[in-house]
């Protein structure tokens, strides 16, 4: 039995030569994928990654010095003019709704005296400073500036004062007292307070009520107004508008006006010295004051009329008037007794009796 061998395929150069693409292909891709892992997977190199820490580190520290708010900071924008207004009046209505006793309660007692010291010195001196911008003062010619000038008058008048008491002892005293100012400041510096006294009628009162608490109140000094007036020289010239002869004839030569005005804070002055022992002379505001509360009352010359009636009816029931007793108010017995005595015994009883 004959066995036939099968023949082997013919490897010819063919088929070798295409069996050798696949292989360098996967050689390709496999090559290109190490290279790719490499680049992204290794790690950086040691001065890149110095740079990434500090930066990391840059934006930590910048995230601890950021304030901790919920809210996102908005670019800061040049304000506008109808912002700045509506700002600047909102301001004004919050000062203006805080009540004062709340103010009051916040400062301290050397910080409302400052405050209060300063806010005189500054409506005295705006008065001073709208003189001279007054033609009718300019025509006058002062030389220096209206508040310098009248506050050396206000220092001679306070070292020369006035003779209140004992003035009708001689007639020459008496004729003294009633030239006073013209002897002290002269007649053109009294034109010139009587026409300020006219041509300032709106004001005046509010001058006057300053000066008052200027004076008498706590003791100021700012440099706006430094005028310094003791209560003893200003209680001299009080006696004399009120005891004096010379005083009272220089009132009613006056208008109605400044002769109440002058009268009223007279008034105030002499109650001040009686608060301070000072009232030397012994000046009774007793029958004063119904009488100037009789004047003001019939006056229309005042601003603050009440105001100065309120005063001095207060005053009226610190100092009440003086009951006269009359003789059939006394006991029985006394009056036959006072009836059979001699006659100094009588006129001294009759004294006692008012």
């Known amino acids: 039995m004959i066995h036939l061998e099968r023949p082997?395929?013919?490897?010819?150069?063919?088929?070798?030569?295409?069996?050798?693409?696949?292989?360098?292909?996967?050689?390709?891709?496999?090559?290109?994928?190490?290279?790719?892992?490499?680049?992204?997977?290794?790690?950086?190199s040691p001065l890149q990654q110095g740079?990434?820490?500090?930066?990391?580190?840059?934006?930590?520290?910048?995230?601890?010095?950021?304030?901790?708010?919920?809210?996102?900071?908005?670019p800061k924008t040049a304000p506008t003019s109808v912002s700045?207004?509506?700002?600047a009046e909102s301001t004004v209505t919050q000062?203006?709704?805080i009540p004062a006793e709340q103010i009051s309660l916040v400062k301290t007692k050397p910080e409302e005296k400052d405050e209060r010291c300063r806010e005189l010195a500054r409506r005295l001196h705006g008065f001073f400073s709208l003189l001279d911008n007054e033609e009718y003062i300019r025509g006058f010619h002062l030389g220096t500036p209206a508040q310098q000038y009248f506050l050396e008058l206000a220092k001679k008048l306070l070292s020369n004062p006035p003779v209140v008491s004992r003035e009708t002892d001689d007639?020459?005293?008496?004729?003294?007292?009633?030239?006073?100012?013209?002897?002290?400041?002269?007649?053109?510096?009294?034109?010139?307070?009587?026409?300020?006294?006219?041509?300032?009628?709106?004001?005046?009162?509010?001058?006057?009520?300053?000066?008052?608490?200027?004076?008498?109140?706590?003791?100021?000094n700012d440099s706006e107004f430094s005028f310094h007036a003791p209560l003893d020289k200003l209680y001299e010239y009080a006696g004399f508008f009120l005891n004096s002869m010379g005083g009272r004839s220089y009132l009613f030569r006056r208008d109605s006006r400044s002769r109440l005005l002058v009268s009223y804070y007279a008034i105030l002055l002499v109650n001040r010295a009686n608060e301070e022992g000072m009232n030397k002379y012994g000046i009774d505001l007793r029958p004063l004051i119904p009488m100037t509360i009789s004047e003001i009352e019939g006056s229309n010359q005042l601003i603050y009329k009440e105001k100065y009636l309120d005063s001095l009816y207060g005053l009226l029931e610190k100092y009440p008037k003086k009951r006269k007793i009359s003789h059939l108010e006394l006991p029985?017995?006394?009056?036959?007794?006072?009836?059979?005595?001699?006659?100094?015994?009588?006129?001294?009883?009759?004294q006692y009796q008012g």
């Not at 700045?84 to 700002?87: K, L, T, W």
């Not at 029985?332 to 009759?350: D, L, N, T, Y």
């Open 95 to 97: 000062r203006r709704d």
């Open 332 to 350: 029985h017995r006394s009056r036959v007794k006072w009836k059979g005595a001699a006659i100094p015994v009588q006129k001294a009883a009759s």
């Open 8 to 44: 082997e395929p013919e490897q010819n150069g063919r088929t070798k030569k295409s069996s050798l693409v696949p292989i360098i292909l996967i050689s390709l891709l496999l090559c290109t994928g190490l290279a790719g892992f490499w680049l992204f997977l290794a790690p950086s």
């Open 171 to 220: 007639l020459y005293t008496m004729l003294k007292n009633m030239a006073h100012f013209f002897r002290v400041i002269g007649g053109r510096n009294i034109t010139i307070i009587k026409t300020i006294l006219d041509r300032e009628r709106d004001t005046i009162e509010d001058v006057a009520a300053d000066l008052f608490q200027w004076t008498t109140g706590e003791q100021c």
């Open 51 to 74: 740079v990434d820490n500090q930066y990391q580190a840059e934006q930590a520290h910048k995230k601890q010095d950021a304030p901790q708010s919920p809210f996102v900071a908005k």
């Open 84 to 87: 700045m207004e509506n700002a």
